[in-house]
């Protein structure tokens, strides 16, 4: 059946708050008011916004990463706490769909996480990157793909990645297979330089069209004084300029507003569903054109165990387990 209505959403280019989670926290919850004055029903925050990302850890090697990395954790996200829930009353209180990315500690380990609240401020998904990007391996623990989950919202069905994640084409099915209406992506922004914006531009206008579904895309942005507070050294600073693509595609792969590369800001439209129709009746990659007969994809989608005693079975019993002498 076609579906008729019209979802405004809205993706946010925004500064993060780089000395306080607080403040961060602050710019999100009155960027959601001023959209709700908009009539925004969804919106969408770069990759891991609160408290801000690592970008630290693009331009200094490990070995020097230790007392940033120390105070990341201490401004880290723990899920449910008081983040979440100043996150769900507000978007209860604005009617809003929000898709958020946090650093999210969980013990010892940190973890970059996409969380997904209904308009009526119910967390809908939380899921974790599932392999952090080079630099970022020191910085995250894995995911797994029990959250690789397409969930039914206030606006339709709705899944998401974090930036090179849209690299993994099977991870990127795997949500095409769930019937995704709109994808919300995330990426760090003013990282790499120029190339990395146009190779977000890529990305986004790919997996729309593959998808057949509408994509809405944050990135964050640095002030030139916060880039500055990152690295002294020019060169470095090169590297955490540029790199940002705000924008909202539809399944035709067409933007439905100029996308936004430079400064804060959020580009809003208005998102016809019935244009995923008219998309899927020429090309749908998980119906007419999939061939499951030839072609297939297997997900395990347990959570992964992390910290969990071996449990004997009958086909591993703990009297199996070869051990090496000790003298």
Not at 40 to 60: A, D, G, M, R
Not at 199 to 214: P, S, V, Y
Request: with cysteine.
């Amino acid at each position: 059946m076609e579906d008729n209505r019209v979802v405004r959403a809205a993706a946010a280019q925004l500064s993060p708050d780089l000395q306080s989670l607080e403040g961060t926290l602050s710019k999100v919850l009155d960027c959601i008011a001023d959209a709700a004055s908009q009539g925004v029903e969804l919106i969408v925050f770069p990759e891991t916004f609160l408290p801000y990302y690592p970008y630290f850890s693009f331009v200094y090697p490990a070995v020097k990463c230790g007392a940033e990395h120390l105070r990341l954790y201490q401004q880290a996200v723990t899920i449910p706490g008081p983040v979440t829930d100043a996150v769900s009353r507000h978007a209860k209180a604005h009617n809003m769909v929000v898709v958020l990315g946090v650093n999210e500690r969980d013990h010892g380990t940190l973890y970059n996480t996409q969380l997904v609240f209904d308009a009526d401020g119910c967390l809908l998904l939380k899921r974790r990157k599932i392999t952090p990007t080079y630099h970022e391996r020191m910085i995250w623990g894995q995911g797994d793909a029990a959250g690789l989950k397409v969930v039914d919202s206030a606006v339709g069905r709705v899944g998401a990645l974090a930036c090179w994640e849209h690299y993994n084409p099977l991870a990127r099915y795997a949500l095409m297979t769930q019937h995704e209406q709109i994808h919300c992506s995330q990426f760090p922004g003013s990282l790499v330089g120029p190339i990395f914006g146009d190779q977000i531009e890529a990305t986004i206008r790919h997996h729309a069209l593959e998808a057949g579904c509408f994509v809405v895309n944050a990135t964050g942005w640095l002030t030139e004084s916060q880039i500055a507070s990152i690295t002294e050294d020019e060169g470095l600073q090169k590297s955490l300029r540029h790199g940002c693509n705000t924008a909202i595609v539809s399944p035709e792969g067409v933007h439905l507003v100029a996308p936004l590369t430079r400064g804060e800001g959020v580009v809003i439209a208005d998102l016809e569903l019935r244009l995923i129709t008219k998309r899927k009746r020429m090309m749908d990659s998980v119906g007419h054109y999939a061939r499951p007969e030839l072609l297939s994809l297997l997900i395990n989608d347990k959570p992964a165990a992390t910290s969990q005693p071996l449990v004997p079975t009958e086909e591993w019993p703990y009297e199996s387990v070869q051990t090496a002498p000790v003298d």
